[in-house]
């Protein structure tokens, strides 16, 4: 079946660094995207970007811009949620999905495999 | 960042209609599909509607989804113990920032 596995909890310091990450399997990796939402203690849902498991390509909330990266290993079929400058407002929980973009009668995007989150908390 | 505005709760006793609204501007719900997601507490979100109104396989027909101009719907009928959760709407914001902005949510408790 379609499963998205993540990487265990992370401890971080302020201004450090987390790499969190997301093996695919059960299905064709290239053929979808990877987005990643974050999801803050108490708090709704954010969204932070996507990446194109075909190509690469990325698209980042502007709100992230120049903190986050995203990459693929299509070897492994995983995906990777790089955050630096880690603040204590990056507390949450990081959700990988597959995602589904494309155009028919208007442009179409949405997540359609969740995994089950990881938890990054940042503390001094 | 743009906002979709969703009531905060709406509640209802088993067996009853619940409707959640989800509104903002014509640079998202306007001009772009609306989607809906589901979050059972401690759990991940899922896919509950895609495309305006479309439902993904397995997820009931008691659920639909709905959009007239800036404005969407999800609608649970026959409400059931487990359908007790956040909901969120979602929808691609064609402003220059061009981002995924998810609503606000609505906790749906069942009575």
């Known amino acids: 079946q379609v499963q998205l596995v993540q990487s265990g909890a992370e401890v971080k310091k302020p201004g450090a660094s987390v790499k969190v990450s997301c093996k695919a399997s059960?299905?064709?990796?290239?053929?979808?995207?990877i987005s990643w939402v974050r999801q803050a203690p108490g708090q709704g849902l954010e969204w932070m970007g996507w990446?194109?498991?075909?190509?690469?390509?990325?698209n980042y909330a502007q709100k992230l811009q120049g903190r986050v990266t995203m990459t693929t290993d299509t070897s492994t079929s995983t995906a990777y949620m790089e955050l630096r400058s880690l603040r204590s407002d990056d507390t949450a929980v990081y959700y990988c999905?597959?995602?589904?973009?494309?155009?028919?009668?208007?442009?179409?995007?949405?997540?359609?495999?969740w995994g089950k989150g990881t938890t990054v908390t940042v503390s001094s | 960042q743009s906002v979709l505005t969703q009531p905060p709760s709406a509640s209802g006793t088993p067996g009853q209609r619940v409707t959640i609204s989800c509104s903002r501007g014509?640079?998202?719900?306007?001009?772009?599909?609306v989607y809906w997601y589901q979050q059972l507490p401690g759990t991940a979100p899922k896919l509950l509607i895609y495309?305006?109104?479309q439902r993904p396989s397995g997820v009931p027909d008691r659920f639909s989804g709905s959009k007239s101009g800036t404005s969407a719907s999800l609608a649970i009928s026959g409400l059931r113990s487990e359908d007790e959760a956040d909901y969120y709407c979602?929808?691609?914001?064609?402003?220059?920032?061009?981002?995924?902005?998810f609503g606000t949510g609505t906790k749906v408790t069942v009575l």
């Open positions: 059960g299905y064709t990796f290239t053929s979808y995207g």
């Open positions: 014509s640079s998202n719900i306007g001009s772009n599909y």
């Open positions: 495309r305006n109104n």
């Open positions: 979602a929808a691609w914001d064609d402003s220059l920032s061009g981002n995924y902005v």
């Open positions: 990446i194109s498991a075909y190509n690469g390509n990325t």
């Open positions: 999905a597959r995602d589904l973009r494309g155009y028919d009668f208007g442009y179409y995007y949405y997540m359609d495999v």
